[in-house]
Nanobody, 115 residues
Framework: QVQLVESGGGLVQPGGSLRLSCAAS????????MGWYRQAPGKQRELVAT???????NYADSVKGRFFISRDNAKNTAYLQMNSLKPEDTAVYYC?????????WGQGTQVTVSS
């Protein structure tokens, strides 16, 4: 089993920044993908960004140039630096870990962008 614990969400004004963290523990193998997804009220969960074990990254078009994903393999932790936040970034953000065909999810952390 794999456990994911997210932190770093909160309320921020438009144009502000937040940094999310996701710490993974449990039965983690050497090669795995970590990612962030988000779900706004009334909408489907969508990909925000992913990062592989060799730090290859992928971003949704809506966050390119504003959000940056990184990871610390020694700590099995992924980060999402979110800059220039917009009201439309408001959502619950979920951490995901994928390995050997299985996906694991965190409990989610609320990000609210509002003045």
């Amino acid at each position: 089993q794999v456990q994911l614990v997210e932190s770093g969400g909160g309320l921020v004004q438009p144009g502000g920044s937040l940094r999310l963290s996701c710490a993974a523990s449990g039965s983690i193998f050497r090669f795995f993908v970590m990612g962030w997804y988000r779900q706004a009220p009334g909408k489907q969960r969508e990909l925000v960004a992913t990062i592989t074990s060799v730090s290859s990254t992928n971003y949704a078009d809506s966050v390119k140039g504003r959000f940056f994903i990184s990871r610390d393999n020694a700590k099995n932790t992924a980060y999402l630096q979110m800059n220039s936040l917009k009201p439309e970034d408001t959502a619950v953000y979920y951490c995901n870990l994928g390995q050997r065909g299985l996906n694991y999810w965190g409990q989610g952390t609320q990000v609210t962008v509002s003045s």
